[in-house]
């Protein structure tokens, strides 16, 4: 269709030097705002790298220094003594007087003071009497420093008691005198001693529920300081040392909490394991120069702090501390769940609460340097150094980082000259061709406006263009080309919908992705694949004891628990039949350390049904066989689908029978011979397979044991 033409566009084109003089200036513009970028951009970097740098080293020359105080410590002889005088002292009280009164004191203490306490601290309610004594020392313990104590609990005071009249009341008002000038002088938070015999607690500076608890046996078994407890007990070195990374500390209501531990001898034995809580807030000063943020060249939105090992917070958020509302708010509308606002609020703390998972903080704790632009935990894109640091057991890292529209503040004070530079020129050179400019540039901004609409996914766009040339024929093409593009999104949409919605009722998400690549009909072959077949035992009883809807509400907690360590070891779960839980390494991702990865998931698995039986006082155990070779995995089924392994990599893990324990991890030898400079084993064993034959077998020793 031809219509006339009142303007050609040949002739417009006279107006084009108004258009090459807008783009001389938007190219110098560009350029000189591109530059601009880049030098801020440079500056920063060299700024948070040096901080960063800075920080880690002062973070590592204070833990190093903490490191000497404390081997000074154990090694002087007033803690030798201090020890020795009071464990014989806790060992007489085990064969203390506890009378029916003491102990209903001490169950009273329990249930209506410290457990409603440390629950409003708590995301989880721990389970009914789980903090109650284990054994006659403890009753006493608990009866005179705590029951009898001043109230409320929480508050800290030194532990001292006005009731008791045994040796180890007497001794223990001068064994703390002698203690008081080392806690002042380094600051720690407490300090506890811990018989290496028993792994009783028998020594507390300050009152505190884990006074006489058995930290191999007791409600706090599984806790990290339980376990640096449990290693130091058998040192034959007296400068053994470790660091326990922070966790929640209930014995302090569930504030975080992190100890440092070491052997104290006498002569050539162990007398007692030395644990020392150490404050965060002399790390948190000097990460923040006393919270001068400013003075440090962080402007209004910098800081720097500690990341752990389980990507959480080690340290206090500059903005939880400046304004702790506004801060939960700003969770709140993160990514982060409503769980981490909550934590967040409650504990008013961001250590242990606060998940920092991206590339930046991933390169740090394998030990990298480097500068990174990412997300933050609040959700704003920020400039970031990142780093690590190491002190013998325990690995962190150092976090320098300012809000990415901060560090580019100053560009905006050159956008604006720039803006109004170019605006002055452009106005004169629009003014010496206003009509011409207007007629060609009118046309033009409506199919753009209409194209960046298109583009944004708006279809009910139509341009109305009245001119009679070559824009007219460009506008009706234009219009013709969206009602078809809008034609075409909506069936497209709603077939992919269809199948969409029809592919997830039908398959997991596992599965899924195989039919949508084509491959649903085909099973696929992995050549080396290591997988775990894990049974739950207990779960009948249980079931018998509690009831099946409380069984199966514990399983539910179980599997969930089990779901999380896989995803945090990088094992897939396949499938969950009853109590059995089948897993695999190295199926869907080529990993070359997949088998240490299934065994440290199967300590894992024994951690966490340990834990749950401490806390839920259950008695579940878990078999675990780990075999490693090809397997076949694939869809099961025509119109119900599942998605499973087989062969006889799998076959074998399923096969291999129990010898009778409780919880135990028995690998093949595949397994072992990957692993075993890795994971200590026990004296392997054979077993007749049914379908297989003979094989050697290799079964992982307890953590508490190797």
Same mark, same amino acid.
């Given at each position: ?59 590592? %020359? ?7 105080? !404390? &081997? @000074?410590? *154990?090694?002087?002889? +007033?803690?030798?003594? =201090? #020890? $020795? ?63 009898? %104590? ?7 005071? !030194? &532990? @001292?008691? *006005?009731?008791?009249? +045994?040796?180890?009341? =007497? #001794? $223990? ?84 909490? =992190? ?448």
């Amino acid at each position: 269709m031809s219509h006339r033409r009142a303007f050609s566009v040949q002739s417009k084109l006279l107006a084009a030097f108004v258009l090459l003089t807008i783009a001389g200036i938007a190219v110098l513009t560009g350029v000189g705002y591109l530059a601009a970028r880049q030098s801020l951009t440079s500056s920063a970097e060299r700024h948070l790298t040096s901080l960063q740098r800075s920080k880690a080293g002062t973070v590592k %020359a204070m833990l190093t220094s903490m490191r000497n105080e !404390v &081997l @000074a410590v *154990s090694a002087s002889d +007033s803690i030798t003594a =201090a #020890a $020795l005088t009071m464990r014989a002292a806790h060992r007489e009280l085990q064969v203390a007087a506890v009378t029916p009164q003491m102990i209903e004191a001490v169950k009273r203490f329990h249930l209506d003071e410290y457990d409603p306490a440390l629950a409003k601290h708590l995301a989880l309610t721990p389970a009914p009497e789980w903090s109650l004594p284990t054994n006659r020392a403890e009753w006493y313990l608990h009866y005179h420093y705590l029951a009898q %104590a001043p109230k409320p609990y929480g508050q800290r005071r !030194v &532990l @001292a008691s *006005s009731t008791d009249a +045994s040796r180890y009341g =007497a #001794a $223990l008002a001068p064994v703390q005198a002698k203690l008081a000038p080392l806690m002042n002088r380094l600051g720690f938070q407490n300090i506890l001693l811990v018989d290496p015999d028993t792994l009783e607690v028998f020594f507390s500076y300050e009152e505190s529920a884990v006074i006489g608890t058995n930290l191999g046996s007791g409600p706090y078994a599984s806790t990290n300081f339980a376990a640096l407890a449990r290693t130091l007990s058998a040192s034959k070195d007296v400068d053994d040392y470790r660091v326990g990374d922070f966790e929640e500390y209930r014995p302090k209501l569930g504030a975080p909490g =992190a100890f440092i531990a070491s052997p104290v001898f006498d002569g050539s034995r162990i007398a007692a394991v030395l644990l020392l809580r150490f404050p965060i807030e002399p790390i948190e000063a000097a990460l923040s120069s006393g919270r001068r943020w400013e003075a440090e060249g962080l402007g209004k939105t910098g800081e720097v702090y500690l990341l752990g090992p389980d990507q959480t917070m080690r340290s206090d958020s500059r903005f939880l501390i400046e304004d702790p509302k506004a801060f939960i708010e700003t969770l709140r509308r993160s990514r982060l769940t409503s769980r981490t606002a909550d934590a967040v609020e409650r504990l008013q703390t961001t250590i242990l609460t606060v998940p920092v998972k991206h590339e930046a903080a991933q390169a740090a704790l394998r030990g990298q340097n480097g500068l990174m632009t990412v997300e933050d935990y609040r959700g704003v894109d920020v400039l970031m150094a990142y780093g690590p640091v190491d002190l013998d057991s325990v690995r962190w890292g150092v976090i320098a980082k300012i809000d990415q529209s901060e560090a580019m503040a100053p560009l905006a004070a050159y956008t604006r000259r720039a803006f109004a530079a170019g605006s002055a020129l452009a106005l004169l050179a629009s003014v010496v061709a206003l009509f011409m400019a207007s007629a060609l540039t009118r046309p033009i901004a409506a199919l753009v406006d209409a194209a960046r609409r298109v583009s944004k996914g708006t279809f009910d766009v139509q341009v109305d263009v009245s001119s009679e040339d070559e824009y007219r024929e460009l506008g009706e093409a234009f219009n013709e080309m969206v009602r078809n593009l809008r034609d075409s999104r909506e069936d497209l949409d709603r077939q992919v919908q269809e199948n969409e919605r029809l592919l997830q009722s039908l398959l997991p998400a596992s599965a899924a992705a195989q039919v949508r690549g084509g491959t649903s009909d085909t099973p696929q072959s992995f050549a080396d694949v290591t997988v775990a077949h894990i049974n739950l035992i207990g779960l009948d009883a249980l079931a018998r004891e509690l009831g099946e809807d409380h069984a199966m509400s514990l399983l539910s907690d179980v599997v969930g628990g089990l779901d999380e360590a896989a995803e945090q070891h990088g094992v897939e779960k396949v499938r969950t039949i009853g109590a059995s839980y089948l897993a695999a390494s190295g199926l869907s991702l080529e990993r070359p350390d997949h088998t240490a990865r299934m065994v440290e998931f199967a300590r894992e698995v024994v951690r966490i049904v340990r834990r749950f039986n401490a806390e839920r006082r259950t008695n579940l155990g878990a078999e675990i066989r780990i075999n490693a070779g090809p397997v076949i995995g694939g869809l099961i089924g025509r119109r119900k689908f599942i998605y499973d392994l087989w062969g006889d990599t799998v076959r074998l893990a399923r096969r291999i029978q129990s010898d009778g324990q409780k919880t135990s991890i028995v690998v093949t030898k595949p397994v072992y011979e990957r692993v075993r400079e890795l994971v200590p084993f026990g004296t392997p064993t054979q077993m007749e397979v049914q379908g297989v034959g003979t094989v050697d077998l290799y079964e992982v020793l307890d953590e508490g044991t190797a």
